[in-house]
């Protein structure tokens, strides 16, 4: 089994290029996490990031107010942001015990980490119509791990109602589809 932070440091590696390659004119274009435009979605990634690092470290954390993440170098912030997630959860003892006031095995909100940073820089790369492949070993541990929590998740309209996919999806495909996306989403032409 895979530490959180190697496979946080590998969904990294998928999100931050997808990121940093956002062109501004692309702000305001819709998403396949309906709720969000580009530029809210960044916010709220950022937001995710931030949070989920608190959180290896035992610290409350407020989900409530986005703040907009959008503003001076943001892209390389980003960057910064999800290197102090990965390093934030290699400390010996993040995945030990429960984080959060809620409860959760720590591990558990490890996964919440690595799904948002891998299933929103996929929404951000179709967004702005960028390739993203995700790592291997993210999607197997996530296609666990979502599925285990996916009950909970739609009671909370965290997720929405599993898409369906047809037989030969990829596993990508099925993770995606258990958090309510259509894993065919494009963009809007125009």
Request: aromatic share 6%; glycine share 8%; with cysteine.
């Amino acid at each position: 089994m895979k530490k959180i932070s190697e496979l946080l440091d590998a969904a990294a590696d998928g999100a931050l290029p997808v990121v940093r390659g956002i062109d501004d004119s692309r702000l305001s274009d819709p998403t396949p996490c309906a709720q969000y435009d580009v530029r809210a979605l960044v916010s709220h990634l950022t937001q995710v990031v931030d949070n989920f690092t608190a959180l290896a470290a035992r610290q409350e954390v407020e989900f409530g107010e986005t703040p907009d993440a959008v503003t001076g170098d943001w892209r390389e912030r980003f960057g910064e942001r999800t290197a102090a997630l990965v390093d934030a959860w290699a400390r010996p003892g993040a995945e030990d015990g429960t984080a959060g006031s809620l409860g959760f095995p720590a591990r558990t909100v490890g996964h919440m980490a690595l799904s948002d940073l891998t299933v929103h820089g996929w929404d951000l790369a179709r967004a702005t119509g960028q390739e993203f492949v995700p790592d291997a070993d993210v999607v197997s541990e996530l296609a666990t791990a979502l599925a285990a929590m996916a009950p909970k998740a739609r009671e909370a309209k965290v997720f929405g109602e599993p898409f369906p996919v047809p037989e030969g999806a990829t596993p990508f495909a099925r993770v995606l589809a258990l958090t309510g996306r259509d894993p065919g989403w494009q963009r809007p032409r125009g």
